[in-house]
């Protein structure tokens, strides 16, 4: 099994910035993808941005320039520094990941998610 831990949501002026955190612990053979979805209010929940263990970084368009995932081998640890934020961004931002555990299967994760609240 494998364990997402998040932080560093809070509620930021339009225009400010904020850098969440999402930490995968367990029995981790290989975590192929760590990302983030949101999920605001009356609204499905769409993916953000992902990093997989390729390099490869995918941003969902309306972020794109704004917010830039980053993510540490080592620490099985991912960061999304978001800048320029919106009222639009206000949602729960769901950590995610694909991960190779012990049992050898490929399986998705997610993590309890943490509030991001974009208001003057």
């Known amino acids: 099994q494998v364990q997402l831990v998040e932080s560093g949501g809070g509620l930021v002026q339009p225009g400010g910035s904020l850098r969440l955190s999402c930490s995968a612990s367990?029995?981790?053979?290989?975590?192929?993808?760590i990302g983030w979805y949101r999920q605001a209010p009356g609204k499905q929940r769409e993916l953000v941005a992902v990093a997989t263990n390729g390099g490869r970084l995918t941003y969902t368009d309306s972020v794109k320039g704004r917010f830039t995932i980053s993510r540490d081998n080592v620490k099985n640890t991912a960061y999304l520094q978001m800048n320029s934020l919106q009222p639009d961004d206000t949602a729960v931002y769901l950590c995610?990941?694909?991960?190779?555990?012990?049992?050898?299967?490929?399986?998705?994760?997610w993590g309890q998610g943490t509030q991001v609240t974009v208001s003057s």
């Open positions: 367990g029995t981790i053979i290989s975590l192929d993808s």
């Open positions: 995610n990941a694909m991960a190779v555990t012990g049992r050898l299967t490929l399986s998705e994760y």
